[in-house]
């Protein structure tokens, strides 16, 4: 990553992420061909609802018949985290016009918000709508098409896990996650890693006592305080 914000340099550094999106992506179709959704069904639900974690969620309940309502109110609540990132990163691009910031937060996902937030690291904490909607266009185009793959030769494999393809999305953030820590040189490594630890018992705790849709929202929300917390207390 450099402090250029075109867009050839947002394929360049986007390009990294992309194999985690086919092997997601990849693994949406097959699970939603398996549960018997056509692939044209499949592509439409990766290009209006593009929501990743949530997709899965709702072929799930989908398949076990569970109501509209219900459906959507999973959704909303898995995919409330999109509203702090939101509010995170408009402050980066306050410069650009209301149309161009709707059109960045309607395609805005967890990798490139990482991707947004480690490139502010190298930028003065600005952005702009040409290197961050390249970044969003590649990834939602990539996921829309391995969906659609995934959906083609689902009938052909059974079993996803057998191929690793669940853990491609795991495996790019904890790359994602490496590359705020290195590049982000105004916060002290002690802090980072406290609270990347922090988070973790977090989150371990949070899968007794909460319920999974709002495990992610909870988190990050205490996340957020307590890092602040220890922050000003302890540095």
Known sequence: MNN?????????ETLPTVFGYIGIGLAFGIVARAAGISPLLVT???????AGSAQF???GMFATGNSILAITLSVFLVNARMILMSMTVAPLV????LIKNVILGTLLTDESFALAMNKSNLTNRQLNFAWFNTVNLISYATWVCSSLIGALVGGYIQNPEKYGLSFALIAMFIGLLYLQIINDRSLPLLLQGSVVLLVFFLVF??????????LIIVVTILGCVLGVVIKNAFF
């Open 4 to 12: 250029q914000l075109k867009a050839t340099v947002a394929v360049r």
């Open 57 to 59: 969620i709702m072929i």
């Open 44 to 50: 439409l639900t990766s290009l209006i609802t593009y």
């Open 205 to 214: 705790l949070g899968l007794i006592f909460i319920p999974s849709q709002l």
């Open 94 to 97: 306050k410069h650009e016009s």
